[in-house]
């Protein structure tokens, strides 16, 4: 379990179905531009949260994928997953997420994601995070402008997105940038900015 504050990240859990369930239902609009989709001629993605919640499992266990459920002051609040990780010579992976619309605009994500990163670089021994975001999503983009992450390049029609293959800006930080943690760098930055 990682914490700060009220911001909690655990394990998903088979349990978290009821409340998985009723937040991406209310929350389609706000997250459909922003999911991703089964390109044209590939598997169906799990659409039930009992199969997704299986699969990230598996995935967990294979040790390619981290997936965290967000809880605020102990209320399902939604999810950071890293994703593609990668070992040998790269110790790279990548993070996604999203946020409940009604505990958006209170700086959960930062604080979500810079938890994942100090879990991955600290624990995990993983030495580059990378975050992709469609240059429309100005929200995400805030995130990682929070963070401090450089851009790193723009990759043309990168992840099926929506229904479409989508243009996708790089985001990235490597573990040497942030010998102290990427929270505490963001808390700095917080208290400076007053
Ligand atoms: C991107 C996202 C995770 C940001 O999470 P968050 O916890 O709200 O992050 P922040 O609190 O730092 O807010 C980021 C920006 O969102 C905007 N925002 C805040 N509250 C909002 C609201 N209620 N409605 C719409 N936009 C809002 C603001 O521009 C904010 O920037 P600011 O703090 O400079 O004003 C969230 O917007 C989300 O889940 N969006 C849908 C899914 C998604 O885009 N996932 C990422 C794919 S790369």
């Given at each position: 379990m990682l914490r700060?504050?009220?911001v909690v990240l655990r394990?998903?859990?088979?349990s978290d179905g009821d409340d998985?369930?009723?937040s991406r239902q209310r929350n389609a609009a706000w997250l459909v531009p922003?999911?991703?989709t089964p390109p044209p001629g590939s598997a169906p993605r799990p659409t039930s949260f009992r199969a997704?919640?299986?699969r990230l499992r598996?995935?967990?266990r294979a040790?390619?994928?981290y997936p965290f459920v967000i809880e605020v002051d102990g209320r399902f609040a939604g999810q950071v997953t890293v994703n593609n990780i990668v070992r040998g010579s790269a110790q790279f992976a990548s993070v996604g997420y999203w946020i409940d619309k009604d505990f958006a605009g209170r700086g959960v994500m930062p604080r979500a994601a810079a938890l994942v990163v100090d879990h991955c670089f600290q624990v995990a021994g993983l030495h580059r995070i990378e975050v992709c975001i469609r240059p429309e999503n100005t929200n995400s983009l805030r995130v990682v402008e929070k963070l401090g992450l450089h851009?790193?390049?723009y990759a043309p029609r990168f992840l099926h997105i929506d229904g479409e293959w989508r243009d996708h800006r790089i985001y990235a930080i490597t573990k040497e940038e942030v010998p102290q943690g990427l929270l505490r760098r963001l808390e700095q930055a917080r208290v400076e900015e007053g």
């Amino acid at each position: 379990m990682l914490r700060s504050g009220d911001v909690v990240l655990r394990p998903i859990r088979t349990s978290d179905g009821d409340d998985w369930r009723r937040s991406r239902q209310r929350n389609a609009a706000w997250l459909v531009p922003w999911d991703a989709t089964p390109p044209p001629g590939s598997a169906p993605r799990p659409t039930s949260f009992r199969a997704l919640a299986r699969r990230l499992r598996r995935q967990a266990r294979a040790g390619t994928t981290y997936p965290f459920v967000i809880e605020v002051d102990g209320r399902f609040a939604g999810q950071v997953t890293v994703n593609n990780i990668v070992r040998g010579s790269a110790q790279f992976a990548s993070v996604g997420y999203w946020i409940d619309k009604d505990f958006a605009g209170r700086g959960v994500m930062p604080r979500a994601a810079a938890l994942v990163v100090d879990h991955c670089f600290q624990v995990a021994g993983l030495h580059r995070i990378e975050v992709c975001i469609r240059p429309e999503n100005t929200n995400s983009l805030r995130v990682v402008e929070k963070l401090g992450l450089h851009e790193v390049g723009y990759a043309p029609r990168f992840l099926h997105i929506d229904g479409e293959w989508r243009d996708h800006r790089i985001y990235a930080i490597t573990k040497e940038e942030v010998p102290q943690g990427l929270l505490r760098r963001l808390e700095q930055a917080r208290v400076e900015e007053g």
